[in-house]
């Protein structure tokens, strides 16, 4: 089991930036993948990026490339999310997620350790 604290969320005007922290713990050789996801209450969880463990390389769905940057330092055993030019439309939970992924980088089912969450506000 591998335990997931995120930080770094708060309000932030549009067009500004914040940089997410998610502090990974536990059996981290169980994990390949680590990801960032938000969620909107009563709508859909959406992946915002991933990131292999071993390689560091990045992985974003077409609608993120460009303002969100996904980073890792293994000696922290921390993943990072750095958004910018933030936008109303990115207010949201952002959750983090670890796991052993197989097929699909963004797919919610892949990760079975995910994090409590941090609020991302953006006005």
């Known amino acids: 089991h591998v335990q997931l604290v995120e930080s770094g969320g708060g309000y932030v005007q549009a067009g500004g930036s914040l940089r997410l922290s998610c502090a990974a713990s536990g059996d981290l050789n169980s994990v390949n993948v680590t990801a960032w996801f938000r969620q909107v209450t009563g709508k859909e969880r959406e992946g915002v990026a991933a990131?292999?463990?071993?390689?560091?390389?990045?992985y974003y769905p077409m609608n993120k490339k460009g303002r969100f940057t996904i980073s890792h330092d293994n000696a922290k055993n921390t993943v990072y999310l750095q958004m910018d030019s933030l936008k109303a439309e990115d207010t949201a939970m952002y959750y983090c997620?670890?796991?052993?992924?197989?097929?699909?980088?963004?797919?919610?089912?892949?990760?079975?350790?995910w994090g409590q969450g941090t609020q991302v506000t953006v006005s």
């Open positions: 990131i292999y463990r071993n390689s560091g390389l990045p």
């Open positions: 997620a670890a796991g052993f992924v197989r097929l699909d980088l963004l797919g919610d089912y892949e990760y079975e350790n």
